[in-house]
């Protein structure tokens, strides 16, 4: 069982009273355990954006 890290993209089009709903749908429909992690993206609001470029950092520091 290997961690994943799931990136939701374009979530500026989901209206936000609506985001909840979809990410339980999400959660289900990929089987995504407790210890996985979502970030939701989106380019035009810049949501997630330092989350991501987070996990790059970290995951680049693993490599040496």
């Known amino acids: 069982n290997v961690p994943t890290t799931l990136i939701f993209m374009k979530t500026d089009k989901i209206p936000a009273r609506k985001k909840e709903k979809q990410i339980?749908?999400?959660?289900?429909?990929?089987?995504?355990?407790?210890?996985?992690?979502?970030?939701?993206f989106s380019n035009k609001t810049k949501e997630g954006r330092e989350e991501v470029l987070n996990l790059i950092t970290e995951l680049r520091g693993q490599d040496g």
């Open 24 to 40: 339980s749908e999400l959660t289900k429909s990929f089987d995504i355990l407790g210890d996985d992690n979502i970030i939701l």
